[in-house]
């Protein structure tokens, strides 16, 4: 049984940090492509960023560039999502997911979840 599991979300302040992990089990993952997205409340789930397996590519949101840094480690099964100068847009519950069977864009491509962390920035 595959299972993501994130942690690492919090009550932030403005112009903050925080680092999101996420633990895969069940699966081999250092060649599954693996994403974050986030939904706000109201809003669509929203692609952040995907990163490749083996060939280390990495596709971020043009919202989030410069400012979110995904990283993996495979030895632990574990993907990061290192978020810096956080400002109240970026309140919403995070997500990540992994092995996606078309667009990494896309939410419904992803075959796999997690169950969601929430990130809440305070102005």
């Known amino acids: 049984q595959v299972q993501l599991v994130e942690s690492g979300g919090g009550l932030v302040q403005a112009g903050g940090s925080l680092r999101l992990s996420c633990v895969v089990s069940g699966r081999t993952f250092s060649s599954d492509v693996m994403g974050w997205f986030r939904q706000a409340p109201g809003k669509e789930r929203e692609f952040v960023v995907a990163?490749?397996?083996?060939?280390?590519?990495?596709y971020y949101a043009d919202s989030v560039k410069g400012r979110f840094t995904i990283s993996r480690d495979n030895a632990k099964k574990t993907v990061y999502l290192q978020i810096d100068s956080l400002g109240p847009e970026d309140t919403a519950v995070y997500y990540c997911?992994?092995?996606?069977?078309?667009?990494?864009?896309?939410?419904?491509?992803?075959?796999?979840w997690g169950q969601g962390t929430q990130v809440t920035v305070s102005s």
């Open positions: 997911a992994g092995a996606p069977s078309g667009s990494y864009y896309a939410p419904m491509s992803y075959k796999y």
């Open positions: 990163s490749t397996g083996n060939g280390g590519r990495t």
